[in-house]
Every structure is written in structure tokens, then in C-alpha cells.
């Protein structure tokens, strides 16, 4: 949506009100990603795209009905029904069109700022009739509480989804379905040390919504074919790196920093540099509790304070056994949500309280 | 390597030695998976293959000198350095050629007597000098005491990789590298639901080797298109289908079970199949703590005995406080390790003793 919103904003200056079509989920080989946006005027002008063909046709006779009525439409293309226009691609996509007024145009504005600002930020808006909207950033509460938690998550890593609804609670009206259009960069994740371990961590990372970034000194090993789902591929020595990352102001309190390295010529200048940077959200060391006795002794060598120290995950990751590279990034993950969203790692069977906080 | 077994039990017998060539790393777009097999006979007869093109070419002359020497040869294809033979997907893969001798044909007969009685077994060979060979069981243990687990790990996943070595580990001879040849089925992850979660779900468990299906009685929702990552998504009453799934012998001691509907009319008749047979080896089912307290009601009014009962894992997954699909996917797969493998979901750092039992 970001590409539509100066026109979007631009048109509501000039008094009309407009339609604006999103394309809210998204399955299979779908050509679009949720946020996808296009604008229709009252004179059919249209501006971005959703799919390309057919569904777009669709799309703009909707707009007319929404400009009229004021209410949402929701309409699903690529379930094959055998009537309504489909994708040729095999996926689903699911668009949701709504009128928008000159009413919208403060929180607009203010969207626009807040993204030319390089502040994390969601655009929430519900599903159904006249849609609810809300401005949400990082730490601030949307107005549907049952759905806060989820709302922030999606905003923190920069993810746009749909959010409620799918659960059997009381009150639906604290859970309405929504859509979360998210701006501003993904968290990063970045992995030190090339192997099967590293790996299975970016594939998990990259679903978690993290920008995952490899690095490595060795050129053979740190290649994009071996790591096809990090969003790059770095061949240099680990802390270099980092440093360089810190200083350029590319790393925040999101970022979160694993060293798979298994070998103290790496991992205790890139421990050191991560520990010492105060923003980094996570900062974690696989290795045997023998390694990880050896790194603090270095690290300690190295001048990292007990309390710089007290921030190192090693031996990396939950007591879940796990054996294979893809079984350890599960135990890494699993321990990176729960540090980072105050989970417990026990079993929700065996604990009380609001399974979500 | 299952299609070549037979050829090269028969060249066995005949009396000469055969060089095998298998895949046993791969990366990015390569065309074969791990454990694509291609034998070579004394006079340059090819049964099998491994990628097509060059890389087979280059391979049958790495075989001649194997055939020779007796020791095997690690190569890498697709690493650019301009010189070896290429694939021209962007992949690249390891291939490790080996001399196969007469001495070696009774484990071969004994595995493929496992293999056509429906056994899982994997095949586990060293990969440097004169290779050592053993078949390994669920259950059984490997020689090379340091990597058990993770070998007894991927046989029963039935999953081909490679395993040990790449740890700065005291006794290297404990945990020499080693490629893993599964055998058999792999375990089953059967998903009832067709929402956002399973399809995260989905996508955790087919990374973690587990062959899923997603069932649901609602054909609208139950579409390949909605889980591109499920091996089979199924329109049917998941309890119904269970229940045929049981009675057809493809449900064992391996197979996971999750119920994430939303649903008691679902979820109530599927959980009591899923505790009331014996040999499932996970039934978890997702929900808030009142859903679960309601739950367990209906399960007793079905006649579900307390002993059943405290099978069932629900709410489902580790406190992480998960929010999003993809975050709760990860929680349910870590407590699924967790208890499959032993492990307790407490944090590493927090914990003591071995971080591998």
C-alpha cells in the first residue's frame, strides 16, 4: 500500500472519497503479497495493482458498489468455483475493497509522517460494514484488546496479516477480524557461521518475519545458493561485520544476534561486539556447556562485563533434546519468542494463567 | 538409493567390486534430493543417476579411481570456481563416491529384508578413507556413540542427511562425519483445522521431516492451494478419517496427531479417536484454557477414561507467549520434540547436564 498512499492521500485532498481494494490473504502461488493495495476513483481512475487480469475487472466493479454503499466487500479469487474470475497461477488470494473519506486524511497524514520518519508502524482496520481504523506502533495498544498482543507482533516484524476473529471467544467484538497493514522494516536476524545449523535457522527465521542476514569469513561455505531462504549472504569476519552494521545504524533493538560458528577464533569478537552493543534484543552461542565455560572465560578476557555477560543465551536454545539442524533451529526460535515476548518454554498444560500476556 | 539396491545386491553376487555414488548434501535449487544413488561397474557400466549432465560424466571418472584405490572421494558441484563441472540450476551438492565389496553383501541383503518388511533402517557410512558401514534401527544404537541420537533421529523421521563432525568435540573418532541413508515412511503429522495455524503448522512439520495432512470436513477451506506445504490435504470428518487411517495399518507409534478446529463438533470426536488409539505418539489440540476445561468434559462424556486423558496436550504447545500462526507453530513443534525426544523446555543456559541425551 505504500506506493498508493501519496496518491491516496492526494485524492482526498482534492474532496473525493475513494476505494481502496487490498488484497488481505494470500495462499499457494499467489502472485501478490498481503498489502497489496489499488486504488479505484468515482470516475474509475485507477492507480496500483493487485494481481493483474481478471481479478482487477472484478475488482473495480466492487469499487463502484463500495463507493456507493460505504460498506466493505470481501471476495475471495482463485477458489475454483467455476463462476467467479480466478487466478491462473494455482493460488488464492482473498481482496477486501472499502470506501475511504476525507475523514481518514489526519490519520493518512500522519501515517505518512510517521513512515518518512523510518518509524515502525501498523495501519489496523477491521473487515466488515464500515470499517474501524487505527494507527498502531510498537508498545502502543490497539483498541481491540483481545487482539493487542497479535497486532504488535505483526507491527514489530514489519508483517501484514490478518489478525482475530478465529478463535471461539465471548466477546468477538474485543477480537473483530482485522487487517494489519504493517510499514517499516522487518527485524533483523543475523546468523554467524555457515553450516546445516545456520541453515535450518534462516528458513525458521525468514517465517518468523525476521530479515536474515548470514555471515561468514569463508567465502566456499558462505554462498546464496547454500542459504536459499536468507534474505544475504555476508563473507567477512563476523564482529567486522557487525560493528559495521551498528555504526551505519542498521541495528536496533529488534535485532537479534546467533553465533553457530564452533570455533573461538569467530564466535568470542563476534560475542564480544554483540554483547557490547546495548540495542541488540537477543544475543545467543550454540555450543557444548564445555564451549560455553571456555567463551566466558574469553569473553571475560576480552573485557565483557558480568553484566554484558548475564545477556548471553549459551548453550543456545530450549532443553527440547533436539538432535538435527532443523530440530535445534525449532529450540533457537522457540527460545527467541519467548525471551522476547516474556514466554516461560513450559508446557501450557502445566501452567496457569492467560496463555497470552 | 532404494532403486539401485537391488541391481547392486545382484553385481555383488556376481562377484566384483561396484563403486556407488550418492548425493549426500545438497543446497539451494538442486535437482535430487540426499541419497540419489548411481552405481558403476569395473567396465563403466552406469545404473542410476544423480543429476544428469556433467556432473555424472565427472563422477564416472572419480569412480575408475575408487575402483583402484578403494578409498572414497568427497566432491562438491556447483561451487563457481570455474574450473569442476557445474549445475546449472544455482544448486550445488555433495557426492561421495565409495567402493563397494563382496563383504558388504549380507548387511545389504539384511537391509533390503527390512526394507520389504515395511521397516524403517537406515543405512550409516562413514565418509573418508575405507568407509564403515552398519544399519541402524529406531532403537538401536549406532557405533559411533557421540551421534546416536541424531542418526536414530533421522531414521525415524526417514530422513537422508549427513550427521557428526561438525563439533569441536575432544574424541573426533566418536563423531566422525557420517551420511544417514533412511529407509521407510516417514513419521505422520496429521493436522485437523483449516486455518492460518495449521497452514504454519504445516510448513514447521514438513521441515521437521514429518509427512503432514491437513483434514477438514469444509471444502471450501480444505484446499491444496490454502497448505502448499501439507503432502495431502483431505476433505472428510477428521475423526472419520482417523479412524479409516487407523484401520488401514497407516497410523503408528510415530505419528503426531494435532486438532487446532476451533470447533468441538470437530475437535470432541476427533481427540477421543486420536486417545483411544494405543499407538499415537502426540494428540495435542489448541485452545484457550476454557475451551480445554470444557473440552475434557465432552472427552469424558464420550467415554474417554482419565488414563486417555492425560495424553492429551492441550492447551497445545510451550509458553511462549505465541502470538501469530507462525510463532505458534513453533511452540507446538518444540513441545512436540520436546516430548518425543525427552527434553523438558526449560532453557539450556538455565538447566545442567547434557544438552544431548
Given at each position: 500500500m505504500k506506493n498508493v498512499l501519496g496518491d491516496l492521500i492526494d485524492l482526498l485532498e482534492g474532496g473525493g472519497a475513494v476505494a481502496l481494494a487490498r488484497v488481505v490473504e494470500v495462499s499457494g502461488a499467489a502472485p501478490r503479497e498481503p498489502g497489496a493495495a489499488m486504488l479505484v476513483t468515482a470516475d474509475s481512475a485507477v492507480i496500483g495493482s493487485l494481481s493483474g487480469g481478471c481479478v482487477e475487472a472484478a475488482v473495480i466493479e466492487t469499487a463502484r458498489d463500495v463507493l456507493a454503499t460505504g460498506l466493505c466487500v470481501n471476495e475471495r479469487f482463485?477458489?475454483?468455483?467455476?463462476i467467479a474470475p480466478g487466478l491462473t497461477c494455482g493460488g488464492e488470494i482473498e481482496v477486501v475493497t472499502e470506501r475511504v473519506g476525507t475523514d481518514k486524511l489526519p490519520l493518512l497524514q500522519r501515517l505518512r509522517a510517521l513512515i518518512e520518519a523510518g518509524e515502525p508502524v501498523g495501519l489496523v482496520g477491521t473487515l466488515s460494514g464500515v470499517p474501524d481504523w487505527a494507527l498502531v506502533r510498537p508498545g502502543e495498544s490497539a483498541p481491540w484488546s483481545q487482539i493487542d498482543g497479535t497486532i504488535a507482533s505483526l507491527v514489530r516484524a514489519g508483517r501484514s496479516a490478518v489478525a482475530g476473529a478465529d478463535r471461539c471467544e465471548p466477546d468477538q467484538s474485543a477480537r473483530p477480524r482485522v487487517f494489519v497493514q504493517a510499514f517499516g522494516a522487518p527485524p533483523r536476524m543475523i546468523l554467524a557461521g555457515a553450516n546445516a545449523f545456520v541453515r535450518a535457522l534462516s528458513h525458521t527465521g525468514t517465517q518468523l518475519g525476521y530479515r536474515v542476514t548470514v555471515v561468514d569469513a569463508r567465502e566456499v561455505f558462505a554462498t546464496a545458493a547454500q542459504f536459499p531462504h536468507a534474505h544475504e549472504v555476508v563473507v567477512d569476519w563476523p564482529h567486522r561485520y557487525l560493528r559495521a552494521e551498528v555504526a551505519a545504524g542498521?541495528?536496533?533493538?529488534r535485532t537479534v544476534v546467533c553465533v553457530l560458528t564452533h570455533d573461538p577464533k569467530f564466535d568470542v569478537p563476534m560475542l564480544a561486539a554483540a554483547l557490547t552493543t546495548a540495542s541488540v534484543a537477543f544475543v545467543g552461542a550454540l555450543g557444548s556447556r564445555r564451549t560455553h565455560t571456555e567463551r566466558v572465560a574469553r569473553l571475560r578476557e576480552e573485557g565483557v562485563t558480568d553484566d554484558q555477560l548475564r545477556r548471553l543465551h549459551s548453550p543456545?536454545?530450549?532443553?527440547?533434546?533436539a538432535r538435527t539442524p532443523e530440530e535445534t533451529a525449532i529450540s533457537i526460535a522457540a527460545q527467541i519468542i519467548a525471551e522476547t515476548s516474556g514466554?516461560?518454554?513450559?508446557a501450557l498444560s502445566d501452567t496457569e494463567g492467560p496463555i497470552h500476556r
Open positions: 482463485g477458489v475454483d468455483d467455476g542498521r541495528v536496533d533493538g543456545l536454545g530450549l532443553d527440547l533434546n514466554g516461560s518454554g513450559r
